[in-house]
Every structure is written in C-alpha cells, then in structure tokens.
C-alpha cells in the first residue's frame, strides 16, 4: 500500500519525505486554508519536494469552471492529480481530463455505487471517507472492502485512495483490505513508526553499549 501525506504543510512534507515513506501528497481546501498561502504557489513548491502525485483540489462545481481550474493546476507540475468532486460535473470533468491523459482523483466518495461511477469515469483514483463515516456511526472500513471487491470484479484500474484516515487502525484495515493507498495526516504516520518495545528496548541496548565503554569510530 502506498502511503499519501494528507497536508499542506511543507515541512512535513519534507521531514517524511526524507525518511522515505511517502509516496504522493494529497491536499485540499481546507488544508490550504491552514497553509494560509496562494494555491498555485504553494502546490509548485510541494511538487519541488516530492516527484510523486500531489492532489489539488477545484474549488468550483460548475463543469467549465471546474475544466478551467484543473488545468490551471496540471500546468503547476506534471505530477498535479486534479481532484474533483464526486458531483454529476465532477464525474463529466473527470471523464474529460482523462482524456486529455491528465491524472485525476474523485473526491468526496462516501458510497461503493459512487465509487462505481468514478472508476467508469476513468478515475485515477477514488477517495472513499473512512473517518467521516464512522463519524456517522457507519463503518468506513466496509465501504473500503466494498469498493476493493466491485473494482476487482470488473478489472476497473482506479486506484482505491482511502481517506480521512484517522487511526493507527485504519491504516492497518485498508492495507488488509487492499487499498491501493492511504493518505494519512503527517502526526498519524508519525505515531505508527512507535512502539513501546522498540523504545524500550533502545533503553536497554543503549544502557549495555554505555557499559562497554566502547565508542564506534
Ligand atoms: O483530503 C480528504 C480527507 O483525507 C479529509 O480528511 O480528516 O478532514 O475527514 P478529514
């Protein structure tokens, strides 16, 4: 499973890139609301960090518009994915930047029938809501494994990008399941390189190899 960083924060872009666990960056509007910087900008120095995909999102839901606004976007970089809304123009934008062989990544998807649409809409991804459905007492999880048994029963290539990933859980849910990526907040991803063990076990090697009194040099 690839692993997305869902922020836009660079230098948390930058410290997981670095450690080499990222594979892409998504964002959206409310992520650029917190970066507080102009999008265009600020997505043409994400694709200076990383060379996988990064998400920008449209902010129109008018057909025009929204053709007008993702191409914008794509011309910020060769590895900007247009995100669209899982809207009946969404789906028409997406069948048309297609193509056009740009990358796109439906958004919004709280149903395996919506999900269904995006992939005959030649979707490069799809993302599916895991957190804001079990936030209405819906299990996101299933629809994660809905959707990864439709896509398989008819070949459909969209790729499954879970999102709103809340959880150590989650992450470990959609990667059992299959999705084909996660996109996950910077703090999330950080938390799972932890466990208690492996701290405590550096305690004790790092107490024995004072005892030694040796240095490596
Ligand atoms: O970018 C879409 C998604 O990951 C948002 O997550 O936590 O705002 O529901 P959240």
């Keep these: 499973m690839k692993f997305f960083v869902d922020t836009a924060d660079i ?3 930058r410290e997981l890139q670095e450690a080499g666990i990222i594979d892409g960056v998504t964002t959206n509007p409310s992520l650029v609301l917190k970066a507080n910087r102009p999008i265009k900008e600020l997505l043409k120095e994400i694709c200076e960090v990383t060379d996988g995909p990064v998400s920008g999102e449209v902010a129109s839901i008018e057909l025009d518009d929204m053709m007008r606004e993702g191409k914008i976007l794509a011309d910020i970089a060769p590895n900007i994915v247009i995100k669209l809304p899982l809207t009946l123009n969404g789906l028409k934008a997406c069948k048309r930047f297609t193509q056009e062989g740009l990358n796109t990544n439906v958004t919004l998807c709280f149903s395996a029938n919506q ?17 804001r459905l079990d936030d209405t007492n819906i299990d996101g999880m299933e629809l ?3 959707i990864r048994q439709i896509y398989d029963n008819y070949g459909f290539d ?3 990008l879970a ?3 809340r959880t150590a859980n989650h992450i470990r849910e959609a990667a059992l399941i299959g ?3 996660a996109t996950v907040p910077a703090a999330t991803l950080k938390a799972i390189v932890k466990h208690p063990l492996t701290d405590k076990g550096l305690d004790g090697f790092l ?3 004072k005892s030694t009194g040796q240095t490596i040099e």
Excluded: C
């Excluded at 999900?115 to 957190?131: D, E, N, R």
């Design 11 to 13: 230098a948390e872009i």
């Design 115 to 131: 999900a269904l649409l995006a992939a005959k809409a030649g979707a490069t991804y799809v993302s599916p809501f895991v957190g």
């Design 144 to 146: 994660i494994a809905d």
């Design 158 to 160: 969209t790729q499954i």
């Design 163 to 165: 999102a709103s990933i």
């Design 179 to 181: 999705a084909d990526v």
């Design 207 to 209: 107490a024995d190899w």
